[in-house]
């Protein structure tokens, strides 16, 4: 006996949606397999990343602010390549001065997240840097601090703006910005900063021509 055509479009569905999951797996692994370590904690936490994504876990927050713990987040560090500057933004809520950035939608490509979500931060378009193009160049694992701590799982991209171009920023978001030389951020207290700022800082520098 045929099956009632509800239920097979129920299977349908659930099948179609099995396989883009797998789909859109393959594809974050083999943007991680792209990333090339700068040191041995981010090689570990490449590998690390690699296993979470392959063992089924869900990768997309679904309820502010820790459900599941541990998500993905695309993180962009603004760069104006000519001065040698990086942006960083005072964000309200973690109390720190950080690249800009935001959670991976479900289904949403991580690239797809920096388009987004540079436009609504910044009011600018999502520019590739040379230094990774649209691809990741940086990888994290990181416990966030204070109420509904949780795991972010981050991609950092690169892109590429002039300082005079951003103008307005989300100020619901942040509270403020700064240009910063990539020395100067290096002079940062590490506990202002995104933990791994000066670790991402020295990749970015030994990325440079020159």
């Not at 179609?16 to 991680?32: G, I, M």
């Not at 991976?104 to 797809?112: G, Y």
């Not at 005079?164 to 100067?184: H, M, N, P, Y």
Request: hydrophobic residues 40%; charged residues 25%.
């Amino acid at each position: 006996m045929s099956q009632p055509l509800g239920i097979m479009n129920t299977v349908n569905t659930t099948e179609a949606s099995d396989e883009r999951d797998q789909l859109l797996r393959v594809r974050l692994t083999s943007l991680l397999e792209g990333v090339r370590p700068w040191d041995e904690q981010e090689r570990a936490h490449l590998a690390e990343a690699v296993e979470w994504i392959a063992g089924g876990a869900p990768l997309y927050r679904v309820r502010k602010p820790d459900v599941p713990e541990v998500h993905l987040v695309s993180y962009f560090v603004v760069l104006d390549e000519k001065r040698g500057e990086l942006l960083l933004v005072a964000h309200r809520k973690a109390g720190l001065w950080l690249p800009s950035g935001g959670h991976v939608e479900p289904r949403e490509d991580p690239w797809d997240t920096v388009v987004r979500e540079c436009g609504e931060e910044l009011c600018i378009e999502a520019v590739p840097s040379g230094v990774s193009g649209s691809e990741p160049f940086f990888l994290t694992i990181t416990q966030t601090r204070g109420q509904g701590r949780h795991t972010d799982v981050s991609l950092w991209y690169v892109l590429q703006a002039d300082v005079g171009s951003i103008v307005t920023f989300d100020e619901d978001e942040f509270s403020a910005i700064k240009w910063l030389s990539l020395s100067q951020v290096l002079a940062e207290p590490v506990d202002t900063l995104d933990p791994h700022m000066h670790r991402f800082t020295r990749k970015l520098m030994a990325a440079q021509p020159g």
